[in-house]
């Protein structure tokens, strides 16, 4: 069971079209971050939230961390191809600092 | 150029023989942390070193081993490979920033294992 479960698994869109992918846990989290990854590369962190309900914009991308810190959405205005990758959202607890993965979405935006 | 550095960039080999897969973390970084990949999958957690030390592990194979030598770089050493464990294989460093660990990859080692 996955402590982080992201949704959707696989998302195609037209681009200019906007999306919201979710990032969701029944535990707490001290931090969570979002990542892109594009084929072939490692993943790239866009944003860390850390306090609850805390929105951060970053261009066409906002994320949003969850009031009690159980989860966290990233939506997506106006979406164009560049945007296609695999997005993970990863979290760390008060106990420790190690980051708890989600499976990821997979996003793709088509011309 | 994220700053951390895997070698080789790509791995062909057989069934039952062993590789190793190098990291140099970015400058300053003490943690380095390796990850697998297989196709369409998440990262899914192998081991982490802190400035030598081990220092966490996860789903990681009897077969695999790793270590972190003085100037901080890491190997990952992969024996007795099998079919299943084709897969790219990523390594992060990480540096405490305001009280937050970002992790740093590389662009990863694809391995075939044929």
């Known amino acids: 069971t996955q402590l982080l479960e992201q949704s959707p698994q696989f998302l195609s869109i037209q681009e200019g079209e906007n999306l919201t992918v979710y990032c969701n846990s029944s535990?707490?989290?001290?931090?969570l971050q979002w990542y892109r990854q594009e084929p072939g590369e490692g993943p790239v962190l866009l944003v860390t939230?850390?306090?609850g309900g805390e929105v951060k914009k970053l261009k066409r991308l906002t994320f949003q961390f969850g009031d009690a810190r159980k989860d966290s959405s990233l939506h997506i205005t106006a979406a164009q191809p560049g945007d296609t990758g695999l997005y993970l959202c990863a979290g760390t607890m008060d106990s420790n600092y190690q980051l708890i993965w989600g499976a990821g979405t997979k996003l793709i935006i088509k011309p | 150029d994220s700053g951390v550095t895997q070698t080789p960039k790509h791995l062909i080999t057989a069934t039952g023989q062993r590789v190793t897969l190098r990291c140099s973390p970015r400058s300053g970084d003490l943690s380095v942390y390796w990850y697998q990949q297989s196709l369409d999958q998440g990262l899914q957690f192998l081991i982490q070193?802190?400035?030598?030390?081990?220092?966490a592990k996860g789903n990681i194979l009897e077969r695999f081993s790793a270590q972190q030598f003085p100037d901080l770089h890491s190997e990952l050493n992969l024996s007795s490979l099998e079919l299943g464990d084709s897969a790219l294989y990523f390594c992060a460093s990480s540096a405490r920033q305001d009280g937050i660990y970002g992790y740093t990859f590389g662009s990863g080692t694809r391995l075939t294992v044929v």
């Open positions: 070193y802190y400035n030598g030390e081990e220092r």
């Open positions: 939230v850390v306090t």
């Open positions: 535990s707490v989290f001290s931090s």
